[in-house]
């Protein structure tokens, strides 16, 4: 895989932009927010070049990791598919980064709300290129059953889709409930379909083991 000039561009605007208005943190900046949607911890304010560099590292990690894959061919089948997870997780890390400085310099910014509509667009994006995902170790759903059968792989990944973005939807609903309400009805939009995605799997697999 290559690396994405476009997201090394983002990635830089965003580590210079920290630099300029680092001067103007205070000596510690938000490192967390309880489920009412208060900060609970501070940082300091180094950590500020942490959060800015962790796209960059995310992204070069996954350039580098198809190199180790037994099934390296797949991702040239799935290329749009992890190019465009790439780029809209790198977007999401960005935008939260910038959330925490924005709230660290003193701005009102409902966090909560922000993470949760972020995860709505970052859910519906995967949904979208899940079925394209071909069988491979590093990317996509890998449970016992996907991993050792390829229908098994290709069925999930299908569902799964659906599974995302019924798990996108359950995140925007939550933006209009109170932050600990809306959390936990986030988590169960996020967990259920991945626990039923998980038993479709078994099951399917149980199915063609039968049959073969």
């Known amino acids: 895989m290559k690396i994405n000039k476009w997201i090394v561009v983002m990635v830089l605007l ?3 932009g920290t630099i300029f208005v680092y001067q103007y943190l205070p000596d510690t900046v938000p490192g967390h927010w309880n489920l009412s949607g208060e900060i609970d911890r501070y940082d300091k304010k180094e950590m500020v070049f942490v959060t800015a560099l962790l796209p960059l590292i995310l992204h070069l990690l996954m350039v580098f990791l ?3 894959d037994p099934k390296k061919a797949s991702y040239l089948k799935h290329e749009k598919a992890y190019a465009m997870f790439q780029i809209a997780i790198v ?3 960005i935008a939260i980064h910038w959330v925490v ?12 709300k922000f993470v ?3 995860l709505g667009i970052l859910f519906v994006i995967i949904g979208n290129y899940m079925s394209q995902i071909r069988h491979n170790y590093f990317f996509g759903i890998k449970n016992p059953w996907t991993l050792a059968n390829e229908e098994v792989w290709t069925k999930t990944h299908r569902l799964g889709g ?3 973005i019924l798990s996108g939807i359950f995140a925007f609903l939550s933006v209009f409930l109170q932050n600990a309400v809306a959390f936990k009805v986030m988590m169960i939009g996020i967990f259920g379909p991945v626990i039923g995605v998980n038993i479709y799997s078994y099951w399917l697999y149980q199915k063609i083991k039968k049959v073969s």
Not at 101 to 112: C, I, R
């Open 14 to 16: 965003s580590i210079i």
């Open 66 to 68: 198809p190199n180790l």
């Open 91 to 93: 977007i999401f890390l």
């Open 101 to 112: 400085l924005a709230s660290a310099l003193g701005y009102d910014v409902n966090t909560g």
């Open 116 to 118: 949760r509509i972020g």
């Open 162 to 164: 659906y599974g995302f």
